[in-house]
C-alpha cells in the first residue's frame, strides 16, 4: 500500500497476473494466500516472542525489536539504506496517512476502526502496487461504510474530493464479514461459503447427481451466505451468535424453509432434519439399549454404537447385563482380531470378555469415548473398510488412535454387520 511520484511505479494488472510466481507454476489463488501466511507468520512471531510491534511510516515494512524507544529511529534509518541498496523503492507512503484527515472532512470519525483495519489487512494484498495510497484511502472508507451502514454524500460523490476515481473504488470493493465477535473476513465480493455451495451444485448437477435435498447449517456470521441458495434448507443451531441470529431477525425469519432450533450444535442439526422431514432425524448416539432391529445397513451406525455403548459401560449408564456383551459378540467375528497401537494382537471376543470385567470403572469421572473423522468405504458388495480417529478422555487427558476396521455383511446380526478385524495407530 504504498505512493511514489513515479507514474510508471503501478504496473497493469496483466503484469502481475505473470509475475514469477506464475513463471514457476504457483496460480493466482495459492500466491494469494501464501503472501496472506506469510504476514501471518510475521505477526505471529512477534506475539510467540513477545517482542514491541513497530511499524515504520515511511514503507511497506513491519519490524520486530527489543531496543529503547530512542533506537527505534535509527534502526529504522539503517533498514532503508539496506532496502534502498537492494533495489526497494522506500520514499513511499501508507494510506493511513491519509484515513484521519479524510474522514474528519467527511465528518465520518466513527468509521476510523474498521477502516484502519480494512488498511491494515489490505498489506496482504497486490493493493500496494496496484493504486496510489489515496485511492486505497478512499476504497476503505468506502468499504467501512458500507459494512458500517454510515451514509456518505454522493451528489458529488465525496471519493472526488481526494482525487479518486469511481472504477479504483469499485475495484476494493470487497464482502466483510464478522464472525464470533472478533474474527474478520475481507473476501472478494464473488467469494464466499454461498458461492461454493452454488458452485458444488453445479458441478453435481453436471455429472448427473443432484441431490435430492440440501440443508445448511450455520453457527456465525460467515456462515449467513449458505442461506442465501434458494434451493436449500436452512437451519441456525441454538448457541449461533449473535451476529447470525441479527441476520435471521431481519432477512430469515419469513423464509419457511430456514429455522432456529431450540438446540445446539448437532442436536439442533437433528431437530431440522426432522422437522423438514429430509430424513432420520435420530443419531445412532442417541438410541438406547437394546437397540432395535435395523431395516437399513449403516456400517457408521455400528461403529459409533460399538463405542457408545463401550463408554455407557465403563460409566456405569447402561444395565449390568449380560445382554451387553452378547450384543458385542453379535456385531464381532468369532475369530476377528484387535491389533492395539503397541502392536500386541488378540482376539475380539477376548476383548470384550476383559471389557466384562470394567463395568462402572469410570463411574462418576470425566470420562468419555467418541469417535471423528469417520470414512466409510465399501471394497466389495458385501465389505467395507471403515476409517476413524478414535477418541478417549480420562480426566484432563485425552489420547486417539487411527482406527481401521474391515466390515463384512452379515444379515442374522442385530445390525446386519460383522466387525472381523481392528487395527489401532497411535494419532
Same mark, same amino acid.
Given at each position: ?202 458441478? #453435481? ?83 438406547? #439399549? ?138
Amino acid at each position: 500500500m504504498t505512493y511514489t511520484a513515479i507514474d510508471t511505479f503501478y504496473p497493469p494488472v496483466e503484469r502481475l497476473r505473470d509475475s514469477p510466481s506464475r513463471r514457476d507454476g504457483v496460480d493466482e489463488p495459492a500466491e494469494a494466500s501464501l503472501r496472506a501466511y506469510g504476514c501471518q507468520l510475521v505477526q505471529e512471531a512477534g506475539i510467540l516472542l513477545r517482542l514491541i510491534l513497530v511499524t515504520d511510516k515511511v514503507k511497506k515494512k513491519t519490524l520486530f525489536v527489543v531496543l529503547q524507544e530512542e533506537l527505534v529511529t535509527d534502526l529504522s534509518r539503517l533498514e532503508r539504506r539496506v532496502l534502498k541498496d537492494l533495489g526497494y523503492v522506500c520514499h513511499v507512503e501508507h494510506p493511513h496517512k491519509f484515513i484521519p484527515s479524510y474522514l474528519n472532512v467527511l465528518e465520518a470519525p466513527e468509521l476510523m476502526q474498521v477502516a484502519w483495519n480494512l488498511a491494515n489487512d489490505s498489506l496482504r494484498t497486490t493493493l500496494c502496487v496496484r493504486f496510489k495510497s489515496e485511492v486505497v484511502a478512499c476504497g476503505v472508507i468506502y468499504v467501512a461504510a458500507r459494512r458500517s451502514r454510515v451514509p456518505l454524500p454522493e451528489d458529488p460523490p465525496w471519493w472526488t474530493l481526494f482525487d479518486a476515481d469511481e472504477a479504483g473504488i469499485q475495484e476494493l470493493d470487497v464482502k466483510i464479514i464478522y464472525s464470533s465477535g472478533e474474527a474478520l473476513d475481507v473476501l472478494p465480493r464473488g467469494a464466499g461459503k454461498g458461492q461454493a455451495l452454488v458452485y458444488l451444485l453445479e458441478k #453435481f448437477d453436471l455429472c448427473g447427481k443432484p441431490p435430492s435435498n440440501v440443508l445448511v447449517c450455520g453457527d456465525s456470521g460467515n456462515d449467513a451466505d449458505l442461506f442465501s441458495i434458494p434451493s436449500a434448507y436452512g437451519v441456525m443451531v441454538s448457541n449461533a451468535q449473535e451476529e447470525l441470529l441479527q441476520w435471521y431477525e431481519e432477512k430469515g425469519r419469513d423464509n419457511y424453509k430456514m429455522i432456529h432450533a431450540t438446540e445446539r450444535c448437532a442436536s439442533g442439526i437433528m431437530q431440522a432434519i426432522a422437522h423438514f422431514k429430509l430424513g432420520p432425524s435420530v443419531s445412532a448416539r442417541d438410541l438406547e #439399549f437394546p437397540y432395535p432391529k435395523v431395516d437399513t445397513i449403516k456400517p457408521a451406525d455400528v461403529v459409533v454404537k460399538f463405542y457408545v455403548l463401550y463408554e455407557k459401560w465403563r460409566r456405569g449408564e447402561v444395565q449390568n447385563s449380560p445382554s451387553v456383551m452378547q450384543y458385542l459378540k453379535s456385531i464381532t467375528h468369532q475369530n476377528g482380531t484387535l491389533i492395539q497401537p503397541c502392536g500386541t494382537e488378540r482376539s475380539l471376543h477376548a476383548s470384550i470378555d476383559a471389557l466384562s470385567s470394567c463395568y462402572g470403572d469410570q463411574q462418576g469421572k470425566k470420562f468419555r469415548a467418541w469417535v471423528d473423522r469417520l470414512v466409510s468405504s465399501p471394497i466389495g458388495t458385501s465389505n467395507w473398510l471403515v476409517r476413524f480417529d478414535n477418541w478417549e478422555m480420562e480426566g484432563d487427558a485425552q489420547y486417539c488412535c487411527r482406527t481401521t476396521l474391515l466390515v463384512n455383511m452379515k444379515p442374522e446380526t442385530p445390525e446386519g454387520l460383522e466387525l472381523t478385524h481392528i487395527h489401532k495407530t497411535w494419532l
